[in-house]
T-cell receptor, first 115, second 110 residues
Framework: DGGITQSPKYLFRKEGQNVTLSCEQNLNHDAMYWYRQDPGQGLRLIYYSQIVNDFQKGDIAEGYSVSREKKESFPLTVTSAQKNPTAFYLC??????????????FGPGTRLTVL | EDQVTQSPEALRLQEGESSSLNCSYTVSGLRGLFWYRQDPGKGPEFLFTLYSAGEEKEKERLKATLTKKESFLHITAPKPEDSATYLCAVQANSGYALNFGKGTSLLVTP
């Protein structure tokens, strides 16, 4: 089945630790995205990547890092520099086409809690 | 700056009681407006993409419409399984990212 997988579903981090969230897709999509969701707020863009080996910062990139070494994978690292990392993290992907709207499809999410 | 405002924040309906959710937006050139459904603890599920004013799309009990300033998600004769948070997002001509509203939490009671 085609889709987007995220792991782990739940993640607990101690203060000062870096943690990496996994996102994999088998939809043959070129573009991938990371969003953060907090209660009472809309989804906010952290990073996005239109092609392999290239990525751009979103609105709230500070304290996060990404890599895009393979088309199928876009891992997100939450570093110790991120001051308030407790949130629900969502990965998405799309064909990355220009012109009319490019629909993004979301994975099931990872809930990160700082202990 | 692009903005998306959804109203109401929360809506409670009786089963079978039709209603509409609103998404008002300002964007510097619209590539697309998107509706998603999100259940608690899960990722958003894609519902519709609308591209230009006057466009309408339907899926089961849901119908999405678009004007130059807002979109409506009409829910006809809702059932309890329609209970979820409905998210609206816009994509501007200038980029690829989606700008989301805060969502409308819908509860349909039997």
């Amino acid at each position: 089945d085609g889709g987007i997988t995220q792991s782990p579903k739940y993640l607990f981090r101690k203060e000062g630790q870096n943690v990496t969230l996994s996102c994999e897709q088998n939809l043959n999509h070129d573009a991938m995205y990371w969003y953060r969701q907090d209660p009472g707020q809309g989804l906010r863009l952290i990073y996005y990547s239109q092609i392999v080996n290239d990525f751009q910062k979103g609105d709230i990139a500070e304290g996060y890092s990404v890599s895009r070494e393979k088309k199928e994978s876009f891992p997100l690292t939450v570093t110790s520099a991120q001051k308030n990392p407790t949130a629900f993290y969502l990965c998405a992907s799309s064909f990355g086409t220009s012109g009319s709207g490019d629909t993004q499809y979301f994975g099931p999410g990872t809930r990160l809690t700082v202990l | 700056e692009d903005q998306v405002t959804q109203s109401p924040e929360a809506l409670r309906l009786q089963e079978g009681e039709s209603s509409s959710l609103n998404c008002s937006y300002t964007v510097s050139g619209l590539r697309g407006l998107f509706w998603y459904r999100q259940d608690p603890g899960k990722g958003p599920e894609f519902l519709f993409t609308l591209y230009s004013a006057g466009e309408e799309k339907e899926k089961e009990r849901l119908k999405a419409t678009l004007t130059k300033k807002e979109s409506f998600l009409h829910i006809t004769a809702p059932k309890p399984e329609d209970s979820a948070t409905y998210l609206c997002a816009v994509q501007a001509n200038s980029g690829y990212a989606l700008n989301f509203g805060k969502g409308t939490s819908l509860l349909v009671t039997p």
